[in-house]
């Protein structure tokens, strides 16, 4: 292994960017629109590779007792091109390793009494929603938990985490978008002072109605099984959820507000507000707005330093496709429900 796979990179420095949002509500058209910077760049690993590629799913993995040689075997991140081959990662996991009694005391109490995490713990290989969200909601006892990650292995767990992804990616600044950040809010910005998180929300009864449509084309009348059995849901319990991902945006924005910008999807891809709201993101994430605004053909075509098609990259209007696949009766409940927590969402936006 070289010198230069082993020195301790300078990446988390450079202000990461962490997308958040509830899912169907505009986090990978924001994660493409600034995937243009080429200090966020990185190498394309695969033609296929889709969303899947860059979310390195922090709050998965942020456990030091989970087994970290099984998270390297399944490829979270690509730790054998960042360590310089086998060598490299196995001196890297004999120096995470085990850690002593008293510190897996520590981390079991802190995983069970503040994380609320011990259910992943017990099933490692089963990477499901219940790992990021815990068993508390997310607004909650936010400075317990930063605190607590603080004296927590946690936060060099995320750190080595995104320095490893990045490494292998060749990026010079992190951007990582998983819309479930939002769950792990405190505990990430105690890990990763120098972040910058932003919050994408959209108009709930299109994101319920994108989450319909999409179940139904997918599934075709099967059972709801795999990866879009999330998308299956009743308008109550979509209410419940949503209302819980604004929560905790409000929540966070309270306590750290410095590392959170709420940014409205229909705001974004209005062609009357769309200037306006792509430089006030460009302002707080100190990028120049000239790339972000910048238009393509609208030709589908792949970058070789980027990971999706650049066409994608250019907000257009929304126009509210899907609405015709929910109920009268689903449109009332989701519009009654969510109406104080979108407003509120929609004041932060500027």
Known sequence: MTAAATAPSSVLRNAPVLIAGYPRSGTTLLYRMLARYPEFGAAERAMTMGDSAHETALSFFMSPLLDFDRIHRQGWPHWDEALGGKAGVDAY?????????PREWLERVLGSYVFHDRVFERFTSDVDSVAVRGWSRADRRLPLRRAAMRISGRTQVVRDFLELAARASGSERVLDKFPFHYYRFAELSAALPEARFVFIHRSPVDVFASMVHRARTELKGRPPMGSVAWLVMSSAAFVRDWCDSARAAHAFAAC???QLLIVDYDRLTSTTERADQVKRLARYLEL??????ADT???P???PSKRFPLASATPTPNSRPFVDDLSADDIATVEEGCRTQAELLREASG
């Open 297 to 299: 053909d609208g030709t």
């Open 256 to 258: 750290a507000p410095e």
């Open 301 to 303: 075509r792949r970058d």
């Open 288 to 293: 120049p707005p000239e790339v972000m605004l």
């Open 93 to 101: 996991l004999a120096r995470r390793g085990r850690p002593s009694l």
